[in-house]
């Protein structure tokens, strides 16, 4: 028997967790639903609100999940974006990326029955061949989020929702950060733990 020794190379990281559902922010979002959309975004497409949204709970949590992920490799957090999507029936987000970020997180507050899904597209070149769909199911990869995940992935990671199926909206937070940290500089991009 011949000894085969099997490395993965260039992996790239997806963070999930659980942290529950904040209320709290939920209760907010729907209330002021009015004031905190982007007008800027076309009326006739899916909710966004602004990008500055600050809820200080919710960004100490993220900041203890990414020091517990990267220790010592990172010296600042820093929220550069903050945002709500409501999806009505029907409505989804095209396959894009938050290049100019180092992470950036989705955060689930209501996900009705049905809310389509979160996807990630490989970001190595020419990933979609026969060979990547024989050895590694293809190209792309598919998650269903529950109330209270919290996703988290290098901002380089392509990333899409499949089409909202429900009556009641799914509400959920976006977020991008840049982290500091020795011999890491503005304008890196991706994973460096």
Not at 102 to 118: C, D, E, F, V
Not at 160 to 172: F, L, S, V, W
Request: charged residues 20%; negative net charge; contains cysteine.
């Amino acid at each position: 028997m011949i000894k085969i020794n099997e490395q993965q190379l260039w992996e790239t990281p997806l963070f999930n967790t659980n942290i529950g559902v904040d209320k709290e922010i939920l209760n907010y979002l729907i209330t002021n639903k009015d004031n905190i959309r982007d007008t800027n975004e076309n009326p006739n497409g899916a909710w966004v609100s602004k990008t500055n949204l600050d809820f200080p709970s919710l960004k100490q949590t993220i900041e203890s999940f990414c020091r517990s992920l990267f220790e010592k490799n990172v010296t600042d957090i820093i929220f550069t974006n903050m945002w709500a999507n409501m999806l009505k029936k029907g409505e989804y987000h095209l396959l894009h990326s938050h290049n100019e970020h180092t992470m950036s997180g989705a955060y689930y507050l209501q996900t009705p029955l049905n809310s389509g899904q979160i996807y990630f597209k490989d970001p190595r070149p020419q990933t979609n061949s026969w060979t990547q769909k024989f050895i590694d199911k293809g190209n792309m990869r598919f998650y269903t989020p529950k109330e209270g995940d919290l996703y988290m992935f290098p901002s380089f990671l392509e990333h899409g929702t499949t089409p909202h199926g429900a009556d009641e909206q799914r509400i959920m937070i976006s977020f991008d950060l840049r982290f500091n940290g020795p011999n890491y500089k503005h304008g890196h991009n991706g994973y460096n733990g």
